[in-house]
């Protein structure tokens, strides 16, 4: 299962938002750039872990989402 997440609210494109996660929150995720440039502001993330990881990978998601507001990431 996949799921498609909007990062344009962000500032960062997609694939610009999925290299810096990758990097400093070590989740990684497949820009939507991949898929065509209509999807350049999207991310595709695999839902194919155990719960337990897909939800600590969210969480780092959501932590590196909200440092990026606060300007901290």
Do not use: K, Q, Y
Request: charged letters at 20%; glycine letters at 14%.
């Amino acid at each position: 299962m996949f799921a498609m997440v909007d990062v344009r609210g962000t500032g960062l494109s997609g694939l610009h938002f999925a290299e810096r996660l990758l990097d400093e929150a070590l989740v990684g995720v497949m820009p939507g750039c991949s898929f065509g440039p209509v999807l350049s502001g999207w991310l595709r993330l695999a839902l194919s872990a155990n719960d337990a990881d897909i939800g600590r990978a969210c969480d780092r998601i959501i932590t590196f989402a909200e440092g990026l507001s606060t300007g901290e990431a």
